[in-house]
């Protein structure tokens, strides 16, 4: 009997921000379905028995034994049509990790005689669109149309429902920490990257180690002080203690505030001595009580500087802005972007976007010389103010996204 096996990318922490912005399109055109599970389908095949199910699987674990993740971009839109319809998806440009193991994996799967079906890189939004409406979303999403296609809007199909708002791309580096294997539509079997071990679906909490590895894997969960000799600078922002929903709306790599918090709190102390500076560029919590606020910043090592972020209520002695000089460079430091003077001159450093609006405001941006230290950006541990300067000094791109290699 055959079966149809999709081999998928599982978006992992940052599914549930990926599922909110679907959400968003779902709101502006409510009469249209949209993907409720997001997920990066990369290859469709037909096994005709069991054993080809296993070759299948075999083939994967194959590819995937020597990566502890996959990186990929989720950026902007992707639009295709089939027959008289379309669809709409966001667009997806693979890693050079991604690329390496797609072909091997490809190339595992024909060895076993298995066809596959190879998709694009992309993220199913909704489909089933008609041309006209297809149109009208196309502004929605900042595209412009042509003098017929609004002509025929404004008359012929005037009473065809428009989207109710417009809504954002995305723009976001996204790691893989599993590949997911469907069988006839169902999940069969999960493959774990960093474990390097197929996942028993009926296990509890299996995220939870998932999450574990990864973090160690990339340095951020740190378990070890990692101290330099002499006095430091160091820049961070948005921590965010205590909040459940910014894991969500952020893609952090954690199962839950407790964890969160115990998290953050342990990176500061690893990598700040009682002695160091550390230059806070706003929102420590979210909304918090004056002794929760204090009960956290008792906890953190070194001599804060705190500039209030939006969510600081109950800080007082918070300043607006802050200036300082290291080296060859000056630096004016706020919470919100918007708040940057029009004739600052120094290098910018802010918080309050966190990965949300990359694009414009990644972790380096050199033309506009701004530096967002939010701790997204920043591998959740605050960035030693040397590194940042020789990031300015030594790279030739433009844009940053992120500092978290530093």
């Not at 989207?163 to 999960?190: C, N, Q, W």
């Not at 709190?265 to 004056?290: H, Q, R």
């Not at 004016?332 to 708040?339: G, N």
């Amino acid at each position: 009997m055959t079966s149809r096996i999709e081999i998928s990318l599982n978006l992992s922490a940052s599914s549930q921000k990926i599922a909110d912005r679907i959400q968003e399109v779902q709101s502006a055109i409510p009469y249209k379905k949209v993907v409720e599970n997001p997920e990066i389908k990369i290859i469709t095949a037909i096994a005709n028995d069991k054993e080809e199910i296993e070759n299948i699987l075999k083939a994967t674990e194959l590819a995937s034994l020597n990566y502890d993740y996959l990186t990929c971009l989720v950026s902007g839109w992707e639009k295709s049509q089939n027959n008289k319809k379309f669809s709409l998806s966001f667009g997806v440009e693979p890693a050079e990790n991604l690329e390496i193991w797609y072909e091997k994996l490809t190339n595992e799967i024909s060895s076993i005689k298995i066809k596959p079906r190879n998709n694009t890189f992309e993220i199913p939004v909704t489909d089933d669109i008609t041309n006209i409406e297809m149109q009208k979303i196309k502004e929605a999403i900042g595209e412009k149309c042509g003098i017929i296609s609004r002509f025929l809007q404004k008359t012929f199909y005037k009473n065809t429902p428009s989207p109710k708002h417009s809504f954002r791309a995305l723009y976001l580096p996204v790691d893989i920490m599993r590949i997911t294997i469907k069988k006839d539509g169902k999940l069969y079997r999960e493959f774990d990257l960093p474990s390097k071990k197929w996942i028993t679906l009926q296990s509890k909490n299996t995220w939870k180690k998932t999450l574990e590895n990864y973090r160690l894997i990339k340095n951020y969960e740190i378990n070890a002080s990692q101290f330099d000799d002499e006095k430091e600078i160091f820049l961070i922002s948005d921590l965010h203690l205590g909040h459940s929903e910014i894991i969500k709306n952020t893609a952090r790599p954690f199962e839950n505030t407790k964890e969160m918090n115990k998290i953050l709190i342990e990176n500061w102390n690893n990598t700040v001595k009682p002695e160091d500076t550390v230059i806070f560029a706003g929102d420590l919590s979210y909304n918090s009580s004056y002794s929760e606020v204090h009960e956290y910043l008792a906890k953190l090592n070194g001599n804060i500087i705190f500039v209030k972020g939006n969510h600081d209520h109950c800080l007082e002695n918070g300043l607006d802005s802050y200036t300082f000089s290291y080296k060859d460079f000056n630096f004016f430091v706020v919470h919100d972007p918007k708040k940057i003077p029009e004739n600052n001159n120094s290098w910018a450093i802010h918080g309050h976007t966190h990965n949300s609006r990359l694009y414009e405001y990644p972790f380096i941006e050199k033309n506009r010389k701004t530096i967002n230290v939010s701790c997204e950006l920043t591998g959740y541990k605050p960035i030693n103010i040397r590194d940042i300067c020789n990031l300015i000094k030594n790279t030739n791109t433009e844009k940053i996204i992120s500092g978290d290699l530093c």
